[in-house]
């Protein structure tokens, strides 16, 4: 079992409604990612933190707003998502991500639906 | 052109098979070269990871690099069911002030018994 704790681990939602996801990592980790999972697709990095600042946003549409309040959470607030937002939302940490990277430590992921 | 392609599969196997899982990549920045395990239901983990050219070999795994051909390969000797995940193949770059993690597709790979 990783450090890296996700919740809800699925969510069925309607393109006009308000959840959040959240994560939580236990490692002492100072950068937390979000990613998009999609079938037969690499995985696509959605935003970066680093010391809760956020370090990139890779063209991510608004109606998904990241929040980082510490070092040890991280949110994902989604409003008004389409159909094609479905996928499998995966939450990663890693030591500062300006040194080795490379080792991120990846939650199970939230299935999120959206009908 | 993707900067990481790597064939989907499904790979299907028997038990005891030497498995062949490879990448190929488009961008000579790329520093570090990684092969992470996702089971099914479960997030990444990392298997390996290599830095240069040559071969890294971890028990049944053997991480292998070939920055002339821009090729990276994994291979399973000895396979065995709780082998079946799909793997992903990532490499680094230096981006933004970070290192940046560009993953493959993943293959899915399944032994049976």
């Known amino acids: 079992e990783t450090g890296v704790t996700q919740t809800p681990r699925h969510l069925v939602m309607g393109m006009t409604n308000k959840k959040s996801l959240k994560c939580e990592q236990h490692?002492?980790?100072?950068?937390m990612y979000w990613y998009k999972q999609s079938a037969k697709k690499p995985l696509e990095l959605m935003f970066v933190?680093?010391?809760?600042?956020?370090?990139e946003n890779n063209s991510v549409p608004s109606r998904f707003s990241p929040e980082c309040p510490n070092s040890s959470h991280l949110f994902l607030h989604l409003h008004t998502l389409q159909p094609e937002d479905s996928a499998l939302y995966l939450c990663?940490?890693?030591?500062?991500?300006?040194?080795?990277?490379?080792?991120?430590?990846f939650g199970p992921g939230t299935r999120l639906t959206v009908t | 052109q993707k900067e990481v392609e790597q064939d989907p599969g499904p790979l299907s196997v028997p038990e005891g098979a030497i498995v062949s899982l490879n990448c190929t990549y488009s961008n000579s920045a790329f520093q570090y070269f990684m092969w992470y395990r996702q089971y099914s239901r479960k997030g990444p983990e990392l298997l390996m990871y290599?830095?240069?050219?040559g071969n890294k070999e971890d028990g049944r795994f053997t991480a292998q690099v070939d920055k002339s051909s821009k090729y990276i390969s994994l291979f399973i000797r000895d396979s065995q069911p709780s082998d079946s995940a799909t793997y992903l193949c990532a490499m680094t770059r230096f981006s933004g002030g970070y290192n940046k993690l560009i993953f493959g597709a993943g293959t899915r790979l399944a032994v049976h018994p």
């Open positions: 490692l002492g980790h100072n950068a």
């Open positions: 990663a940490s890693s030591q500062a991500s300006g040194g080795p990277s490379y080792e991120q430590y």
């Open positions: 933190y680093n010391f809760k600042e956020q370090t």
């Open positions: 290599t830095y240069s050219s």
